[in-house]
């Protein structure tokens, strides 16, 4: 179990309060996934879908590259 889990709706990360994922539940998840990439990307994916709802504020682009970006 992590503490750098997303805390809703504003997305922060509850152990170190960056906006999340951020970079230690990043390793934390690629670690988790590591023989499963696609996976990964769907689950991903699925939390931009609901990010993009609770950050309405926020640019596609700027929630595309901090959801998915890091994962090439």
């Known amino acids: 179990m992590t503490a750098h889990g997303p805390v809703l709706p504003t997305w922060v990360c509850a152990g170190c309060d960056r906006p999340w994922p951020c970079a230690r539940r990043r390793i934390e998840l690629r670690t988790e996934y590591d023989r499963a990439p696609v996976s990964l990307a769907?689950?991903?994916?699925?939390?931009?879908v609901a990010a993009s709802q609770d950050l309405g504020w926020s640019t596609a682009g700027t929630l595309h590259h901090r959801f998915m970006g890091w994962l090439r």
């Open 42 to 48: 769907l689950y991903m994916g699925a939390c931009l």
